[in-house]
């Protein structure tokens, strides 16, 4: 366990733990209490003075959960059923903390959706059971106080924050009916009519839902595993709005592609979406779905609010290069553009200045470590991990909203201890012969700058809708396309009148009245102009292929067969 910035040394009140098995810890909600697993058994300590508070023997589990108010702790091992084919023994166990007593032994045979779900004040605990959503109340787990029955319900989402508790249930499709999400408020499941909200659509094989934190909207990012249209590898992709007052849309997204991230901001007015083929756009949507602000396009697939809210980092990992845009969110102004090579993780420190962004196994096995960020761009902290090691896992110590504050945003970068990470930005290959020539700029996608979609003060004009600002797009190429004629038009004017004045005669334009023949001089003149133009860079030093040297030995045969047409032969 390390300290927080600025010291970053090692805490002298845990004990490091080194064994070769620690592959699962977690914290409590408020930070207060730390739990892990070494192998042998899991234990649980007070953060503060590494006290320790509670140890149980389960040297398999691999999956540690604190309940919000840090009453109970799930563990979850890999289950096993029984040589005779009878069912396991219960690999889902919900301890006590204070009593360390085990108050209730579940059978979950998927490590996805693992955890039972709990309110924030611990009055309700869900759990998905057979195409039911089973209901606890106050930690009593002897009785089922509650069952939601849907047919095959696939997941569901509590809301966060106070009560009254609402549920977010999804139901895939099956046999030409829609997939669909509903919205209720607990205890009330007595059918469709007692849904808050409900929202249909058919091209959805998974759903991910996030709440917003005032739990007053939904937003569901459905998914197809295939994509019809052939467009895409990854499936297709949606983005819908469900509030719980039953109004609900779908976010129109201006470029095709992939939903590569969807998440809210801290004050549940707006939500940010990476989308897009390559390079991806970021926009900015109110609750009517409408856009504030487009980032433009760039090399991102993932965004990430400060815990106040008042910054956004857009950032690419995975299979991108790691490249971080970190944005004011007030007055959308770009704070730094930091790199974080290979990183796998990344997450905000709970004062909302700090970031971590790790590179973690199993996903990557070498060049394990972490680095501890200031927003403004400066590294202030680099561990790297011995290259006989792996590093599983990194967090940070939760604290309770409204612990820290929220600051003014700074621009300017914080001083730092270590030197300053500047990558070279990558350059196109070159071959040799053109490698003490200079550049010519090419590249395959034109990057559209960020865009303030807000109407501006004094103007009554709403944001362009998707079909607008397409007509507006293709009206600009028009204008450009012919702006480009008219310059192209000019200059060639320009080289006519210049060949007039050459002591060698140009030929005059001639018609035959024949259009078959007309169309043959054109191409004509236009193989000898191409042979001029060779003949031209072999007097400026130029080496000629074998291709380009038989055109330039067959101009007379062609200035010949020109004469002839043009005299009608």
């Known amino acids: 366990m390390v300290n927080g910035p600025p010291s970053f040394t090692e805490s002298t009140a845990f004990q490091r733990d080194s064994g070769k098995n620690c592959k699962a810890v977690a914290f409590s909600k408020d930070g207060s209490l730390f739990a892990w697993c070494n192998g042998e058994k899991v234990n649980i300590v007070n953060v503060t003075n590494a006290q320790l508070l509670r140890s149980f023997d389960l040297p398999k589990a691999v999956c540690l959960e604190f309940s919000p108010k840090n009453n109970i702790l799930a563990t979850w091992q890999a289950y096993t059923a029984a040589k005779d084919g009878t069912a396991g023994v219960p690999n889902l166990q919900l301890h006590d903390v204070k009593t360390g007593k085990c108050l209730k032994s579940f059978i979950q045979k998927k490590m996805q959706n693992w955890c039972p779900c709990w309110a924030g004040d611990e009055s309700i605990c869900a ?75 058919f091209k959805a094989d998974k759903v991910t839902m996030l709440w917003n934190k005032k739990a007053t909207a939904v937003l569901v990012i459905a998914s197809t595993e295939v994509d019809k249209t052939g467009a895409s590898y990854y499936g297709e992709q949606t983005l819908h709005y469900i509030a719980t007052n039953g109004e609900s849309a779908v976010v129109q997204l201006p470029k095709n592609g ?9 004050n549940s007015l707006e ?60 007055n959308y102004k770009l704070i730094s553009k930091p790199v974080a090579s290979d990183s796998t993780y990344f997450a905000w420190c709970p004062d909302g200045e700090h970031i971590v962004t790790a590179t973690c196994a199993p996903r990557l096995r070498v060049s394990n470590g972490y680095k501890i960020w200031h927003y403004t761009g400066s590294l202030l902290h680099n561990y790297e991990v011995p290259s006989n090691e792996e590093m599983w896992q990194v967090s940070w110590q939760p604290f309770l909203d409204g612990v820290f504050p929220a600051k003014a945003v700074k621009y300017q970068a914080v001083p730092s201890e270590l030197p300053s990470v500047e990558s070279r930005p990558a350059q196109a290959y070159r071959p040799p012969a053109l ?48 702006q480009e004629a008219k310059a192209e038009a000019n200059q060639e004017s320009t080289q006519s009148s210049a060949s007039q004045n050459a002591p060698r005669s140009a030929v005059p334009t001639f018609t035959s009245g024949d259009p078959e023949v007309d169309k043959k001089i054109k191409n004509l003149k236009k193989k000898l102009k191409a042979i001029e133009q060779l003949k031209e860079q072999a007097a400026a030093g130029k080496q000629l292929e074998k291709n380009q040297l038989e055109k330039i030995q067959k101009e007379t045969a062609l200035l010949q067969e020109l004469e002839d047409l043009e005299l009608g032969l």
Not at 183 to 201: E, R
Not at 260 to 266: E, L
Request: with cysteine; hydrophobic share 35%; net charge positive.
């Open 435 to 482: 490698r003490n020539k200079p550049v010519t700029s090419s590249k395959l996608h034109e990057d559209e700058p960020p865009q303030n979609m807000k109407p501006q003060s004094g103007s009554s004009d709403k944001p362009l809708s998707k079909t607008a600002l397409k007509n507006q797009r293709k009206h600009e190429a028009k204008k450009a396309a012919k």
């Open 271 to 330: 939500f940010c979406a990476v989308y897009g083929f390559m390079p991806a756009k970021a926009t900015i949507f109110n609750l009517k779905c409408d856009p504030v602000f487009d980032f433009g396009t760039g090399p991102r697939n993932a965004a990430y609010y400060s815990p106040h809210g008042h910054i956004l980092v857009l950032a690419g990992f995975g299979n991108l290069r790691g490249q971080m845009e970190v944005w004011d969110v007030k």
């Open 127 to 201: 759990r998905n059971v057979n195409n039911e959503v089973h209901f606890f109340e106050n930690n009593n787990f002897a009785t089922i106080a509650n069952k939601l029955h849907l047919q095959k319900v696939n997941d569901f989402v509590l809301s966060p924050g106070a009560q009254p508790t609402k549920v977010a249930v999804y139901v895939p499709g099956s046999k030409g009916a829609p997939s669909f999400v509903r919205l209720y408020q607990y205890p009330n499941f007595g059918g469709p009519q007692s849904a808050l909200a409900n929202k249909s659509f």
């Open 258 to 266: 992939p939903i590569y991230d969807v998440v809210w901001n801290p």
